[in-house]
């Protein structure tokens, strides 16, 4: 594309309807710009997303299995969905060869199997076994469900059931997790295909539970107010701090904007959180500050 071409301002953008790769139409949803393709299952483009989502190293880390091979398990019908990476054998990868054609550079390169790499595949996908729970939770790929919120979500449930059978109020009640999160979460696994796969991946063995950080309810001073910190205190963790605020009702948010009640703000506060309170009249407290409200 010429950057520098003139182009006819009066001349409409036309935007595709359609998804290129399925034929899908293209949807947007109500407060967001994007319109995306909701053929998830079937979509080539995004089921190779799902797998590669699967396998990152802050998912389930399964070392050795590339873009290519999973295009090429894909291709071959060994795998249709990442549960099925836990029923590969050795005779299912041995010698598998396909020779693609890269699109971009027009040459063409060559994917295949071989003795050490499918020895080096089967184990990755084993040790993946012993992945923490908010690991698993965030390699199912639910929509808006990013690594730290998997990880408050696993903190506060403590198991994938108990994720199963929440309901948005519940999910509500988490820090930092919010109307479209929760939405996103009961509608993923109301659906009978994403509850199938969970279940294969329970049979396969993965870990579906971990340890419940959730602190007790100490009082509700704090209910209604949302907060969020900067720097280091003398009295708590950042963690000791979140669970703090959690059980006195109080809500601990992302990043600062006009929701924000509170900025805590401890020894080497970062400046440009300091800076963008200040801007939108976010009133600052000092540890000791925050101290007092939990005593009123």
């Keep these: 594309v010429d950057l520098n071409r003139r182009t006819d301002q009066s001349t409409p953008i036309v935007y595709p309807t359609t998804c290129p790769a399925c034929g899908t139409p293209l949807v947007r949803k109500e407060g967001e710009a994007n319109f995306y393709c ?24 399964i070392e050795s299995l590339g873009e290519g091979k999973i295009e090429l398990l894909i291709d071959r019908g060994l795998a249709q969905t990442p549960a099925d990476l836990y029923s590969l054998t050795y005779n299912d990868l041995l010698g598998i060869v396909k020779v693609f054609l890269d699109e971009e550079t027009g040459k063409r390169r060559v994917v295949s199997f071989r003795e050490k790499t499918d020895e080096n595949i089967l184990s990755a996908i084993e040790r993946s076994k012993a992945q923490p729970f908010q690991n698993v939770l965030f390699a199912l790929g639910i929509r808006y469900d990013g690594n730290t919120t998997a ?4 903190d506060y449930f403590g198991s994938m ?4 059978t929440a309901s948005q109020e519940a999910l509500l009640a988490v820090p930092d997790t919010g109307p479209r999160i929760a939405e996103s979460v009961v509608t993923w696994f109301a ?6 796969f969970v279940e ?6 993965l870990n579906f539970a971990g340890e419940k950080k959730v602190v007790e309810r100490e009082g509700d001073t704090l209910d209604g107010k949302t907060f969020l910190y900067t720097g280091t205190f003398a009295n708590f963790s950042r963690e000791e701090l979140e669970a703090r605020i959690a059980a006195n009702g109080g ?4 990043g600062i904007s006009k929701k924000l009640n509170y900025l805590i703000v401890g020894e080497n506060a970062g400046p440009s959180k300091l800076d963008k309170a200040q801007k939108l009249n976010v009133p600052m407290i000092s540890e000791d500050e925050f101290l007092a409200m939990l005593d009123a």
């Design 200 to 205: 294969r991946l329970r049979a396969a063995g």
């Design 38 to 61: 909701p053929n998830e299952k079937g979509c080539p483009p995004q089921r190779q997303t799902r797998f590669e989502h699967f396998i990152q190293r802050r998912a389930m880390n």
């Design 251 to 254: 809500k601990v948010l992302s």
């Design 161 to 164: 059931d108990a994720i199963m």
């Design 151 to 154: 990880e408050k979500l696993s």
């Design 191 to 196: 659906d009978a295909d994403n509850r199938d």
